[in-house]
């Protein structure tokens, strides 16, 4: 058989390489999603590359993290292919299926119990995290939230976007440990300083400025204050409450056939809010990881139902000045760019 066009097929040394970049998939003309398999993958992967540079890491390290999500999930299968012993901190929200995928991949993991009264769920991990520091002498520690690593990671997805579709006006993405939207727009505005860079937070989240309380909606959020959070580069803020967001899930796959998490859903329902508004501008939202792990929740009915959030929520968000000023499952406040606190204080 003879090709009209040749085809050129690249071998991946691992499933890492295969897979730590995101599918570039446009929705609309003005309207694009940078959709991950698994995220945290790429960071993950970058921070052992840099450690073992510097010679952090090597023969006889055992590797400490806390995470209870995906880049517990993205490490384990990079220290499994190298042979790094792993040890994961995490708390209730591992559930069951994703605490066997991390054993099956010879990770231990360590469930913190109780929340700490101050910082909740992420104090009490920290805490135990440093008792196992002691425990373990030759030991490294990617620390997600504040390695520099994490955001400096992301200049290749920036060079992928560029040589794809090109710099977007405006990057929509989920904000957990802000390496992602952090680093992404730093890079991309190297090229051009004007991109516009929204950032997706829920409702009773630490990380810009709103007190911290239970959360249904997991994956993004933060119960304390991440450094790699850079406040300064976020445009607006959007608050999106849990019902939003596993309805946007539900239509991404509905719709788009795009079968993608709740972090996922709630990126999507804010960027295609935005590119409405903007239609002669151009939108990229970041999809951090697929459904499968939330096929007995969000994509159940009766989960959904027994939740009470079997409905589609608010179609538009309210606009607020301060993030503690109430209005709704969600809100948004154009943070221009501030730091937290000016922010906080406006």
């Known amino acids: 058989m003879t090709l009209a066009t040749p085809v050129s097929h690249a071998v991946s040394r691992s499933v890492v390489e295969a897979t730590e970049l995101p599918r570039i998939i446009r929705i609309r003309p003005n309207f694009h999603v940078a959709a991950f398999g698994l995220m945290k993958l790429l960071p993950a992967r970058f921070m052992l590359d840099r450690a073992e540079e510097r010679g952090d890491v090597g023969p006889g390290t055992t590797v400490l993290e806390t995470s209870s999500g995906t880049f517990g999930l993205g490490l384990a299968m990079v220290c499994r292919l190298r042979g790094y012993p792993l040890t994961i901190v995490g708390d209730p929200a591992i559930d069951a299926p994703l605490k066997r995928r991390l054993e099956h991949l010879g990770a231990r993991v360590e469930i913190c119990p109780k929340p700490s009264p101050v910082g909740g769920f992420q104090r009490a991990r920290l805490d135990r995290l440093e008792e196992l520091r002691a425990e373990y002498p030759n030991h490294w520690v990617p620390g997600q939230y504040s390695n520099p690593d994490n955001p400096a990671s992301y200049a290749l997805v920036a060079e992928q976007l560029a040589e794809t579709i090109g710099v977007p006006d405006c990057l929509v993405g989920a904000v957990g440990s ?169």
């Open 178 to 346: 802000g390496g992602s939207t952090s680093g992404t727009s730093s890079f991309l505005r190297m090229l051009a300083p004007e991109l516009n860079l929204i950032g997706v937070d829920t409702q009773r989240s630490a990380i810009f400025g709103q007190p911290d309380g239970p959360r249904v909606l997991r994956g993004l959020g933060n119960s304390l204050v991440p450094p790699n959070v850079a406040h300064e580069s976020y445009d607006q803020v959007h608050w999106i409450g849990a019902a939003e967001a596993f309805a946007a899930t539900r239509e991404l796959y509905a719709r788009h056939c795009l079968f993608m998490g709740p972090t996922s859903g709630a990126s999507f329902k804010v960027a295609d809010w935005w590119s409405r508004r903007n239609p002669d501008a151009t939108v990229v939202a970041l999809l951090p990881d697929e459904g499968y792990r939330y096929q007995d929740t969000v994509y159940s009915d009766e989960w959904l139902q027994a939740q009470g959030l079997a409905h589609p929520g608010a179609a538009e968000p309210y606009e607020v000045v301060a993030p503690t000023e109430p209005g709704g499952s969600w809100t948004w406040l154009n943070w221009g760019r501030r730091g937290l606190s000016p922010a906080a204080a406006a």
